[in-house]
């Protein structure tokens, strides 16, 4: 995957590189935004984003290459540039909950304060046609039962149910995969 900004239409997906990590969990937010070009949300990483850059840490620092597939922030691109979410891969292709070779699965969070917006299924779309310019055509998701916006997004997104698995994060998760014309 490219390290380059990913844009659409209203939004800047911009790739957290192990040092803008680093910059989030240790609260140097003058840094970020002199290295990533955007303004952290008070509170922002709380503890779930937390555990979850430093697991994009350290998975970054063990294979670089893999480090463009994890985490970017989701920018709204005026004034002064606000992260309202994250979006990313779990990793490079076949790093998914279905252990497909070929997939890779997407996962995003949008702030309250920018909800039911769009803007998920916007970012989503985005870093998914990203993906399939470098031929990626397998995509999975995986989505809590009871999480409607979610699922409503990737069903938005043409994903289709396929099963079910247990995280030990976030327990039940309902599978879903979107195969799309970068496959054949």
Do not use: C
Not at 107 to 131: C, K, M, N, S, V
Not at 132 to 147: K, Q, T, Y
Request: no cysteine.
């Amino acid at each position: 995957m490219n390290v380059e900004t990913v844009r659409s239409e209203r939004l800047e997906l911009v790739w957290l590189s192990p040092q803008l990590i680093e910059a989030l969990l240790d609260g140097r937010s003058e840094e970020v935004a002199r290295i990533g070009g955007f303004a952290v949300p008070p509170g922002f990483p709380d503890d779930h984003d937390r555990r979850f850059l430093a697991l994009r840490l350290r998975q970054a620092k063990k294979d670089p290459s893999s480090g463009p597939w994890y985490a970017r922030a989701i920018v709204l691109p005026e004034g002064d540039r606000p992260m309202i979410g994250h979006i990313g891969f779990h990793g490079p292709p076949g790093v998914n909950s279905r252990r497909d070779p070929d997939a890779v699965e997407v996962g995003y969070t949008i702030f309250p304060d920018h909800r039911r917006r769009g803007y998920a299924t916007e970012a989503a779309r985005a870093l998914i046609a990203a993906a399939e310019a470098e031929g990626i055509g397998r995509f999975v998701a995986s989505v809590g039962p009871e999480n409607e916006p979610s699922l409503a997004i990737v069903r938005r997104l043409g994903f289709v149910e396929v099963g079910r698995h247990w995280d030990d994060e976030d327990g039940e998760e309902l599978e879903f995969e979107l195969i799309s014309g970068a496959s054949n």
